[in-house]
């Protein structure tokens, strides 16, 4: 069983930055994509951004190319979500995915295990 635990979130003024951290207790951690995704109040949840199991490959969505910026450090199990230039639109849970096989990807069907997510709140 892969636990995934996030932390980082918070209270933001737009224009601000936070850093997302995601804590895995997998033991083939180093092999798994990583992805990040979000849920708005009354919306479904979407995809921000995902890492291959090396680091070497990334992709984003559209909305946060530019502002947001993810990394993974084997080493520590850990995947991370740098994200700047804040905006109200970012405001959401935000959960960290781990997929077992395959490479980077924006469904969130192909992830198998989940956090239990953190609030982001940007505000005015």
């Known amino acids: 069983q892969v636990q995934l635990v996030e932390s980082g979130g918070g209270l933001v003024q737009a224009g601000g930055s936070l850093r997302l951290s995601c804590a895995a207790s997998a033991r083939f951690f180093s092999s798994y994509v990583m992805g990040w995704f979000r849920q708005a109040p009354g919306k479904e949840r979407e995809f921000v951004a995902a890492i291959s199991w090396s680091g070497d490959s990334t992709y984003y969505a559209d909305s946060v190319k530019g502002r947001f910026t993810i990394a993974r450090d084997n080493a520590k199990n850990t995947v991370y979500l740098q994200m700047n230039s804040l905006k109200l639109e970012d405001t959401a849970v935000y959960y960290c995915?781990?997929?077992?096989?395959?490479?980077?990807?924006?469904?969130?069907?192909?992830?198998?295990?989940w956090g239990q997510g953190t609030q982001v709140t940007v505000s005015s």
């Open positions: 995915a781990a997929k077992i096989s395959g490479s980077v990807s924006a469904d969130d069907a192909t992830y198998r295990y």
